[in-house]
C-alpha cells in the first residue's frame, strides 16, 4: 500500500490497526459490503469484520467500519469522525468454525437506524429491539444496552476522535431495570456476572438473580434513573377545572413505578410520551396540574408519588387520588409479536 492510499484511507486503517493490536498475530475474518450505500446499495456499513477472542469466555468480537469516515474527512467537524462511534458485538463462541452471520446483520439493521434518523447511539443508551435480536430464535434477548469497548475504548483518528461503543444483548425485564437506573453502571454491574458482558442467546435474565438484582436496587435508590424520556403505546391525558384523567397500560405498571421513584422520588422531571399525547411529570412542594405549551404537567410531592405508585398495579381499572386532583385509568395492556399478534393481554 503506497502512502497516498494510506492516507486516503487513514479513518479505516486507524480501526483495523487498534483491531491488530488487540489481537496479535492473528487475521480478522471481513465480511464487505459488495455494493456500498452511496452506489445504491442496501447496507449502509462498508463492512465488519470478526475476531475470535479468549478473554472472559471465548466469544465473536464482531467490529462495524462504516459509523466513522473511513477515508477521506469529508465533514467540517473536525473533532469528531464521523457519528463519533463504530459499533463492536460479542457472541459467545459456540462449536462453529465461522463466526455467525446475523450480528453482522443486526449491525447494519443498526447502522440503517442511525443513517435514515440521524439518532446517534452513546454508551448507556438502551434500544428495543421489539422482538428477538437474533431473528428466528426463541431467545429472551430482545433489547440492546450500549457501553463503550472495556479492551477498545476511545482513540483519535486522523478524521477525528471515535469511540467503541459495545452493543449488549439484553432481557425485556433487564432493559427496564436499565431505564431506571444510570445505563452505563446497569453494565457495568451486569459485567460481575457476564464477562465482558458476551451476549449468549441461551441465558436467562440476571434480573432472576437476587445477588445482581441487590445490585441494582441499591444502585437506583441512591443515584436515580438517568433516563428523562419513557415511551408508552398506551396514553390519555384529559385536563378538566384543574383535574387530570390519565389513562395508562396497565401492562406497564412496573418500569412507571420504577421510573417515578426513580426520576420524580430524585427530584427530577419525567416526560411520558404515547402515540398521540404526551404528559410531564415533576417533584415540587405543592402538588398541582398544569398547562404549559400545550403538555399536561404533573407536580408531585413524596406523598403524592407514593399514592400514586400504589395505584400503578397491573390490574384494570378507575382510581382517583384521594385529596389530589389525578384520576389514573389502567386500560388492558396486549402483548404482540413482531407480527402483530397478541401474545398476551395485561389487566
Request: charged share 25%; aromatic share 8%.
Amino acid at each position: 500500500m503506497n502512502q497516498e492510499t494510506e492516507v486516503e484511507q487513514a479513518g479505516f486503517n486507524a480501526i483495523a490497526d487498534a483491531m491488530r493490536h488487540l489481537y496479535p498475530g492473528q487475521k480478522g475474518i471481513y465480511y464487505g459490503t459488495i455494493i456500498p450505500a452511496f452506489l445504491g446499495g442496501n447496507d449502509p456499513l462498508d463492512g465488519v469484520e470478526v475476531w475470535k477472542s479468549e478473554q472472559g469466555i471465548p466469544h465473536w468480537h464482531y467490529v462495524s467500519y462504516g459509523f466513522t469516515e473511513l477515508f477521506e474527512k469529508e465533514s467540517d467537524d473536525l473533532e469528531e469522525s464521523g457519528y463519533g462511534f463504530e459499533l463492536t458485538f460479542r457472541l459467545k463462541r459456540e462449536e462453529e468454525e465461522t463466526p455467525p452471520m446475523w450480528p453482522v446483520n443486526l449491525l447494519q439493521n443498526l447502522a440503517r437506524y442511525v443513517f435514515s434518523t440521524g439518532n446517534v447511539f452513546g454508551a448507556g443508551h438502551h434500544m428495543d429491539c421489539n422482538g428477538p435480536i437474533a431473528l428466528e430464535t426463541d431467545t429472551k434477548l430482545t433489547a440492546l444496552g450500549f457501553r463503550v469497548d472495556p479492551e477498545l475504548g476511545e482513540m483519535d483518528t486522523p478524521n477525528g476522535h471515535m469511540a467503541f461503543l459495545q452493543a449488549v444483548g439484553l432481557t425485556e425485564d433487564e432493559m427496564d431495570a436499565m431505564m431506571c437506573w444510570n445505563g452505563e453502571k446497569f453494565l457495568k454491574g451486569l459485567e460481575q456476572y457476564l464477562p465482558l458482558c458476551v451476549t449468549d442467546l441461551g441465558r436467562d435474565s440476571q434480573m432472576k438473580n437476587p445477588e445482581f438484582c441487590s445490585i441494582w436496587q441499591d444502585g437506583m435508590e441512591q443515584d436515580g434513573s438517568s433516563t428523562s424520556f419513557l415511551y408508552v403505546e398506551e396514553l390519555g391525558a384529559e385536563v378538566e377545572h384543574g383535574r387530570i384523567h390519565l389513562r395508562l397500560g396497565a401492562g406497564h405498571d412496573r418500569v412507571l413505578r420504577n421510573m417515578l421513584r426513580a426520576r420524580v422520588g430524585k427530584g427530577r422531571g419525567l416526560f411520558l410520551q404515547g402515540t398521540n399525547e404526551a404528559v410531564q411529570f415533576r417533584s415540587g412542594l405543592q402538588p398541582g396540574v398544569e398547562i404549559e405549551e400545550g403538555i399536561p404537567c404533573v407536580t408531585l410531592t413524596k406523598e403524592e408519588l407514593e399514592e400514586l405508585c400504589k395505584v400503578l398495579q397491573p390490574h384494570a381499572g378507575i382510581y382517583p387520588l384521594p385529596g389530589f386532583p389525578v384520576t389514573i385509568e389502567l386500560v388492558p395492556t396486549k402483548i404482540r409479536d413482531q407480527d402483530g399478534n397478541v401474545l398476551e393481554v395485561i389487566g
